[in-house]
């Protein structure tokens, strides 16, 4: 069933324009690459903060509600320039181990910061003892498996 | 300068990397992934000085504070980036997105360090408050452009075939 549905992403007109205009594929992977720095940067601001590293004389749900909107608009912008790379090579990306591995960490990753990590990085400092730190070894650890799993669909796939 | 990178591309340790099935894709990874460090840290720095972000953070903890993560970052990424040069110099030679790169990264590292020792110094005058001097959001703004077209020419350059006609007119590469 799924392998239909990728078929079917592949068939898309959309798909096609993509794999046929020249400048179509290298402008969405530079928006996409971009959008990661933006992303990345607004994840390690908070996640460092967690770790006692950082920013540490800003309180931190003040720095994590700063970075919020960022990481948010930043992710969207991920998704946004990701999905046409998706479409314009689905095929490739199905038969590809680092795609499937990708996905579960994003899935497992926005899972994580819509919960635990909003909910540790909001709270009052202080009153979780070594949590914020494991939770941030935990962000960084996943979101550093994402981009690597990235990097390797375009290198090993 | 191409009798130099020619001479590295056949050095028996350049041609061993590149034939290595490994050591690409595992010093781009870490490039990429070391960049997201550096970049990103960088990004919210710039961003702070433009006035976009943590402007409730007073200007000078960020350097003390980030910068030696970002310098992490940016070594471990000149490291790779080094690294990936040595195993294939020649089909960065004639690549005119390679060049851009290094340019853009001369002129960033140039407003890094004129920012540094000029307009930073007077950081104590406007450290808390919410009014950056102009010189310094002009570095911020400068710095953002600059970096984020270090990443564009950087991802650029695994398409050999979309440089500019003009360059391919030089036959640098040929």
């Known amino acids: 069933m799924l392998q239909s549905f990728f078929q079917w992403m592949q068939g898309l007109p959309f798909s096609a324009w993509m794999l046929e205009e020249t400048w179509a594929s290298p402008i969405i992977q530079c928006a996409h690459l971009v959008a990661l720095v933006a992303f990345a940067g607004a994840v390690l601001v908070v996640d460092m903060r967690l770790l006692g590293r950082g920013l540490i004389k800003t309180p931190l749900n003040q720095l994590a509600r700063e970075m919020d909107r960022w990481m948010i608009w930043s992710f969207v912008a991920l998704f946004v320039t990701g999905a046409p790379q998706v479409l314009s090579t689905a095929l490739k990306q199905y038969y590809s181990p680092f795609f499937w591995w990708k996905m579960q960490i994003v899935i497992i990753g926005l899972l994580f910061n819509f919960t635990i990590r909003r909910r540790v990085a909001f709270a009052e400092e202080g009153s979780l003892g070594h949590w914020p730190k494991v939770v941030g070894f935990l962000s960084i650890g996943m979101w550093t498996g994402v981009s690597v799993y990235a990097r390797l669909i375009g290198l090993l796939s | ?174």
Request: proline letters at 5%; aromatic letters at 14%.
């Open chain 2, 1 to 174: 300068m191409r009798s130099l990178f020619e001479w590295v591309d056949a050095l028996p340790s350049s041609i061993a990397l590149r034939e290595s099935l490994n050591a690409y894709p595992t010093m781009l990874t870490i490039h990429v992934v070391s960049m997201c460090l550096f970049a990103g840290l960088i990004a919210y720095w710039d961003m702070r000085l433009v006035g976009l972000t943590l402007r409730k953070v007073p200007v000078s903890n960020i350097p003390t504070r980030l910068f030696p993560w970002a310098l992490t970052g940016y070594g471990i990424n000149l490291i790779t980036g080094a690294l990936l040069l040595y195993s294939q110099p020649m089909r960065y030679y004639g690549n005119f997105y390679f060049w851009a790169k290094m340019v853009l990264m001369l002129i960033a590292g140039i407003n890094m360090f004129w920012f540094h020792y000029a307009t930073y110094k007077s950081v104590q005058a406007w450290d808390q408050g919410r009014e950056i001097p102009m010189n310094a959001r002009l570095a911020g703004v400068v710095s953002l452009v600059l970096w984020a077209a270090v990443v564009v020419t950087g991802r650029m350059m695994a398409y050999s075939g979309l440089m500019p006609q003009w360059w391919n007119n030089l036959n640098i590469g040929a």
